[in-house]
């Protein structure tokens, strides 16, 4: 096999690949199955803030962030993941310590059954991360792969401008 | 699960990766974005070919070209600062009506130009602003015209013999006064019935060069080669728009075989067609 100025050559011993990657600020080293699917790993590790939905790249209930951008785990493999830096819902924030984002769904009553919410909230941080102060439209936009089947994506937009303003007025928690 | 893969490879350049690619042949495929391809893997598949350290995420503009990598997001050719002026900004707003935000986060330049399903917006785009493609097979590069990579033969080839590396579009076009419409259930559907994409070479009040392209109705993009010999050196007007208008859908009519089913979206095309030239004419 020919040497490689990229990541390398992941190769499977004994069934299982290692990779290495960044997740939510931590280096891990996990040993995964060849085909297996980045939401099927990173569930089985724990971090079950990706939902599984369509399996199919239509709902966005499995949205994370790789490198800062939102990508959808059920479409990626895990070992695509080697040396990438992944954020998912956990390392946004805590039960009593939530992300800003996180705190204003829950104050406009974004969240009803709350499935599609860790996508929600994660394709918002994307979205503020480039865009501090996004209007209607581009919120509607960065939010418009993800799914709610409870609601009519009405508190969510009002979730994602008052984040910006949490975020923008210092007020994160 | 696909069991059938035993190794990832993430080759560092794109002659690397075309190499590898056609050393290994069918045990191989080559990932980019993988909004699709990732779940309809052959079982055949032993090696995975990741794409994404390829550095092909460029847009840049020479004195002979704009030159769009193929591992560019279509999230970022929406938000490129040198698309939104290039030809009235029309490859940024076609980058900007695919499918959802998440898709276009994930979404390629290389895969949208190398799965060139009827529906993707880029093609009809790049097909009327007169692009190249350039790929590789590893062992050297060649260019292509874009209308060459949409013939299936070619496409079969996209993938399996080469990579596609970038997409290359003349200067010249920049000024080009361009525009597209579609037809779709919602703005962003991926699915569009019909979309239609023009590209005006204007002097003086004519038409110097004209470029109308169809997608979606038939199965690749295509150029209405009679609608824009209707306008050629005819004045921007809508008299001129509306002959436009009755060529394409005579000339798209005849391509689809008459087929009743088509009847609807060949009426639809030409209004697009004459709405984009309108557009482009005032642009």
Excluded at chain 1, 19 to 46: F, H, S, T
Excluded at chain 2, 132 to 144: H, M, P, T, Y
Excluded at chain 2, 242 to 267: D, I, N
Aim: aromatic share 4%.
């Amino acid at each position: 096999m020919a040497k490689t100025k990229g990541r390398g050559v992941l190769k499977t011993v004994e069934g299982r690949i290692s990779i290495r990657l960044d997740i939510n600020g931590k280096d891990q080293a996990w040993k995964v199955e060849p085909g297996e699917y980045l939401l099927d790993a990173l569930r089985r590790e724990g971090y079950k803030g990706a939902k599984r939905g369509c399996d199919n790249g239509d709902c966005g209930t499995c949205t994370i962030l790789v490198d800062g951008k939102p990508a959808l785990a059920c479409m990626m493999f895990a070992a695509q993941a080697h040396g990438r830096r992944l954020t998912t819902i956990e390392g946004l924030g805590t039960t009593d310590r939530p992300h800003p984002i996180q705190q204003a769904f829950v104050e406009t009553g974004a969240v009803q059954c709350g499935f599609c919410i860790p996508g929600m909230v994660l394709a918002t941080k994307a979205l503020l991360d480039e865009d501090p102060d996004p209007d209607e439209k581009a919120v509607r936009r960065a939010l418009d792969g993800n799914l709610c089947r409870c609601t009519g994506y009405v508190k969510q937009v009002e979730a994602a401008l008052l984040a910006a303003k949490k975020l923008q007025g210092g007020k994160a928690s | 699960m696909k069991n059938n893969i035993k190794q990832f490879c993430f080759p560092g350049s794109a002659k690397e990766a075309a190499a590898l690619m056609n050393k290994l042949k069918h045990k191989a495929v080559v990932v980019a974005g993988g909004t699709r391809l990732s779940r309809a893997l052959l079982p055949s598949v032993e090696t995975v070919i990741d794409l994404a350290d390829l550095p092909l995420k460029h847009v840049k503009a020479d004195r002979k070209w704009l030159r769009i990598g193929a591992l560019c997001s279509i999230a970022e050719l929406e938000k490129s600062p040198l698309l939104a002026q290039w030809a009235g900004g029309v490859i940024a707003r076609a980058a900007g009506q695919w499918s959802n935000a998440l898709a276009r986060s994930m979404g390629t330049v290389g895969g949208n130009v190398s799965r060139a399903h009827p529906h993707n917006n880029l093609p009809p785009v790049f097909l009327a602003l007169d692009a190249v493609v350039v790929c590789s097979d590893g062992r050297a590069e060649k260019v292509l015209p874009f209308a060459r990579i949409l013939e299936p033969a070619m496409m079969r080839q996209i993938g399996t013999r080469y990579i596609v590396v970038e997409v290359c579009i003349p200067a010249a076009t920049r000024t080009w006064s361009a525009a597209l419409a579609r037809l779709a259930i919602t703005k962003t559907s991926w699915e569009a019935y019909t979309s239609c994409v023009v590209a005006v070479d204007r002097k003086d009040g004519s038409v110097r060069g004209v470029r109308v392209v169809v997608g979606s109705v038939l199965p690749r993009a295509t150029r209405m080669g009679k609608a824009e010999a209707v306008l050629d050196g005819k004045p921007c007007s809508e008299a001129s728009a509306r002959a436009a208008e009755a060529a394409l859908q005579a000339e798209l009519q005849s391509l689809t075989g008459g087929a009743q089913a088509k009847a609807y979206a060949c009426r639809v095309s030409g209004v697009l067609a004459r709405r984009c030239l309108m557009e482009a004419f005032q642009g």
